[in-house]
């Protein structure tokens, strides 16, 4: 067995408990967003209402993100990660007692904080017991935990009816069962270390391209996903079906994200990332266009366009990667969580508004809209600066929108790791 089989093998036998309990999380997370827009429009909210409620998880998670490391440098990760948990599981209680855009706001607000710190203990956790030989093949397998998590969540909306309690208590119990096997993990916790960061102005003159790639997908994944339940449901759609519609977009993320990480690993990344991004940008208004027609269309469609979209996220934080130095990668992972997240808490509120005013189609055509921004601004970065040869590309490594600062950086030790080897 080789040394990187070795250490993959240990990794994933000293981390399948955390795999596993963060497994269980993702099931409730994705069931709990999708609930809560169905929800939301049934009760009658407008789609800004719900667009401002689901943005405020953005909000949270972003704060979260930053604090919970600070905190557990004080308090002790088995403390906090325990708190926020409860806290979690509480929150999504209450949404079923008390129903108005108010409350519902301030208590995705809390929930996205709890979320970032959970994900910031698992994913520190994750990183600190993967090898720098590892550590890639962990975060990616990481990845597709998470996806089947989100995806398989979706389905649980058959279970019960979403006006009813069933489904909030569901989401609860989740929650807390997914503590579990983090906190019974035998070995010893991760050390939390708040690292220097790159300032935003800064990372955007090194790579203006990726800096708009980030915010943009974060934009068009977090409205897709927020505001997608109440695109089906307006369509007609079922309960079963709009979960369906929800899990067929986790598929096509998970059938592309190996083929478009590779295409741009290959071939000049630059030039990979505009025509996916436009490919994408043309998915979105043909999903527009005849997602209404059939149910299989819908389907077909929705998994293309993510199947196109969502990857492009870890290819425009590897084209970032290829702009900056080894020292600067790990250092840089804050901030591109911040990026990712301005784009996050600003999709849902932006597409919500269009679709009030203009209609439900322009859920598609808005996203597309974004997806277009960047193939001109792409366009428009070719005649400023010349393509990097394909020695200077770093390997890609696959990462979600929502994923921590504790994840980024996990991933920006992998680009640390190759930039120096490939010095040497």
């Not at 979690?88 to 809390?110: E, K, N």
């Not at 489904?167 to 939390?192: D, K, N, Q």
């Not at 189609?361 to 974004?370: E, P």
């Amino acid at each position: 067995m080789g040394a990187n089989q070795s250490s993959l093998l240990f990794a994933v036998k000293s981390s399948w408990a955390l795999l596993l309990g963060f497994g269980i999380l993702m099931l409730g997370d994705g069931l709990q967003a999708s609930l809560l827009a169905i929800r939301a429009d049934q009760e009658g909210f407008t789609a800004t209402m719900t667009g401002l409620m689901m943005s405020a998880f953005y909000i949270g998670f972003l704060c979260g993100s930053k604090l919970t490391p600070r905190i557990m440098t004080h308090v002790g990760h088995v403390r906090v990660f325990a708190a926020l948990a409860a806290i979690a599981s509480a929150a999504i209680l209450v949404h079923a007692l008390y129903v108005d855009i108010y409350s519902w706001s301030g208590l995705r607000l809390i929930s996205g904080f709890c979320f970032a710190g959970l994900y910031v203990v698992a994913e520190s956790w994750l990183n600190d017991r993967a090898t720098n030989e590892s550590r890639g093949k962990v975060l990616s397998l990481y990845m597709v935990v998470t996806y089947i998590g989100v995806g398989a969540g979706q389905l649980f909306l058959n279970l019960a009816n979403p006006l009813g309690h069933e489904l909030f208590i569901l989401v609860s119990v989740l929650i807390s069962l997914a503590v579990l096997p983090l906190l019974l993990s035998a070995g010893s916790p991760p050390r939390f270390d708040v690292a220097a960061s790159i300032t935003l102005r800064q990372l955007y003159n090194v790579s203006p391209l990726g800096i708009v790639g980030i915010f943009n997908v974060g934009l068009v994944t977090a409205a897709f996903f927020a505001l997608g339940p109440i695109y089906g449901q307006r369509l007609g759609f079922t309960i079963r079906e709009i979960s369906y519609f929800m899990t067929a977009a986790v598929i096509g993320t998970v059938l592309f994200q190996w083929p478009i990480g590779s295409l741009s690993d290959r071939f000049d990344r630059r030039r990979t990332l505009t025509i996916i991004t436009f490919l994408a940008a043309l998915a979105a208004v043909v999903c527009a266009i005849l997602a209404q027609e059939s149910l299989v269309i819908a389907l077909v469609l929705v998994g293309m366009f993510c199947g196109l979209t969502l990857p492009l996220y870890s290819v425009c934080i590897a084209y970032t990667n290829d702009h900056l130095h080894a020292d600067q990668m790990i250092a840089a992972s804050g901030t591109l969580v911040l990026v990712g997240g301005l784009g996050a808490v600003i999709g849902p509120i932006l597409i919500a508004g269009l679709m009030d005013q203009f209609g439900n189609a322009f859920f598609f055509y808005g996203m597309g809209g974004a997806l277009f921004v960047t193939v001109m601004f792409a366009i428009y970065r070719m005649t400023r600066r010349s393509a990097l040869d394909l020695q200077q590309q770093g390997a890609i490594t696959p990462t979600a929108v929502h994923a921590s600062s504790s994840a980024m950086e996990g991933m920006q030790q992998v680009a640390h790791s190759e930039a120096i080897s490939s010095d040497e």
